[in-house]
């Protein structure tokens, strides 16, 4: 009776030291995971900042293009509003002048 007895005490203490081993192992687990997870988590946020920056630099290309394109749009309205001021301005300048001669030639 008594060797039964010890066999379940040491059977229990065998139980026991499982239980606290698989304690011991699952805590290690979890750490474990939590440390990969954080990882994880610090490299999808870089990667993120990296994609982020990419995307403003794309932008910006994008936009100094478009401004660069609406110069050059803006430049050739200009140039052609004064080829047409200017052809206007010799019709407008011979006007006057006869206008000027017949005044003055008729008095």
């Known amino acids: 009776m008594k060797e039964a007895l010890e066999d379940v005490k040491a059977a229990e203490k065998q139980a026991r030291d499982i239980l606290e081993e698989a304690e011991k192992e699952a805590k290690a687990i979890i750490a474990e995971a939590s440390q990969k997870g954080e990882t994880i988590l610090q490299d999808a946020r870089r990667?993120?900042?990296?994609?982020?920056?990419?995307?403003?630099?794309?932008?910006?290309?994008?936009?100094?293009?478009?401004?660069?394109?609406?110069?050059?749009?803006?430049?050739?309205?200009?140039?052609?509003?004064?080829?047409?001021?200017?052809?206007?301005?010799?019709?407008?300048?011979?006007?006057?002048?006869?206008?000027?001669?017949?005044?003055?030639?008729?008095?």
């Open 47 to 107: 990667q993120g900042e990296v994609e982020g920056q990419k995307l403003v630099e794309q932008a910006e290309a994008d936009a100094v293009k478009m401004a660069e394109d609406l110069k050059k749009d803006c430049e050739e309205q200009v140039k052609h509003l004064r080829e047409v001021s200017a052809g206007k301005m010799d019709t407008a300048v011979n006007m006057i002048l006869e206008r000027i001669v017949k005044v003055h030639g008729n008095s």
